[in-house]
């Protein structure tokens, strides 16, 4: 597992993680692209791009993966199919890779691989943090032995919402609670229609979070995870984390939900044989936090991809 984590000097400040220095943008039609040279990427493989530009809210951009001439365009934040935000040199009918809006999917080895970000607009990123997580698409959770504090999160539930939305809603819900928990007041159905990815009808789309986290004032990015252990220094540093998780039925003990195939949740601290979690799905605030097998809430979160909002004060 590698990420690779690109940042304006100011942002570069202020992000809990490494990063690798500065971008060099280049202007295209419509907006200003920078391009990042990928290692190797094993069959089954994932790359995850994630994108937050600070001081520029509704920031729109789209990500291309480029090998051999041909080519995989992801437009994750657009609202609108145009030329100007379309990646130019899709060839989506080549079996080598697949698209699934948040990353892509390599379905063979794949060498010289280049990552392209396009930020639309005219005028350069200035403030950013750009970033490309490569990970095994399935791999065996670590659950770690590390320990941290648990960070207390103001607690809301998604069944608060409306009934035709409180269903669909566990991402807004997990970005609304951060956003409390770093002091940014919010209503849930604000930033629900925050995260609202229009093309899809979805509210779980990955960097609509980022953008609606961003847009609120702090630094946030996409990350893959493959151990508890990586998240320890984050939580250990008051940054609770946003893990997508899925599990089958019964198989995380204390879950409102017997079984998802794709939910969020808050994790909020690390115990020796526990996970501190804040569950949008649970009935009422009172019982949002949570308290979670280790070894169950590790293969629940890291077993599939492992993806999470890292979120940050700027």
């Given at each position: ?73 992801l ?55 750009v ?43 997990c ?25 899809s ?87 949002v936090?949570r ?18 909002y ?5």
């Amino acid at each position: 597992m590698q990420t690779l984590r690109f940042a304006s000097n100011a942002v570069a400040a202020h992000c809990p993680l490494p990063t690798l220095g500065p971008l060099a943008w280049s202007q295209r039609e419509g907006g200003w692209s920078a391009s990042v040279a990928l290692p190797d990427l094993p069959n089954d493989s994932i790359v995850v791009p994630s994108c937050s530009l600070p001081g520029r809210p509704g920031a729109d951009f789209t990500v291309e993966l480029t090998v051999a001439g041909a080519g995989w365009g992801l437009a994750p934040t657009s609202t609108t199919a145009t030329p100007m935000n379309t990646p130019s040199k899709t060839t989506a009918s080549d079996p080598r890779a697949t698209t699934h809006i948040d990353y892509f999917h390599c379905r063979a080895d794949l060498s010289g691989a280049m990552a392209h970000v396009t930020v639309i607009g005219a005028d350069v990123p200035r403030d950013y943090l750009v970033s490309f997580s490569l990970r095994a698409y399935k791999t065996t959770p670590l659950p770690g032995r590390l320990t941290t504090p648990r960070n207390v999160v103001p607690a809301i539930s998604q069944l608060t919402a409306p009934r035709a939305l409180r269903h669909r809603i566990c991402s807004p819900t997990c970005v609304a609670m951060v956003l409390a928990y770093h002091g940014v007041a919010d209503s849930l159905l604000h930033v629900a229609k925050s995260c609202l990815h229009v093309p899809s009808g979805m509210f779980g789309v990955w960097p609509l979070a980022v953008r609606t986290l961003t847009d609120a004032g702090l630094v946030a990015g996409v990350e893959c995870f493959d151990n508890l252990d990586t998240a320890a220094p984050l939580l250990a540093h008051g940054l609770p984390v946003v893990a997508s998780i899925r599990f089958a039925a019964g198989a995380l003990p204390g879950s409102p939900l017997d079984g998802t195939d794709g939910h969020l949740v808050v994790v909020t601290g690390l115990d020796d044989d526990c996970v501190y979690v804040n569950d949008p799905a649970a009935r009422d605030a009172s019982v949002v936090p949570r308290v979670y097998p280790r070894a169950a809430f590790a293969a629940a979160w890291l077993t599939e991809r492992g993806a999470a909002y890292v979120v940050a004060p700027l």
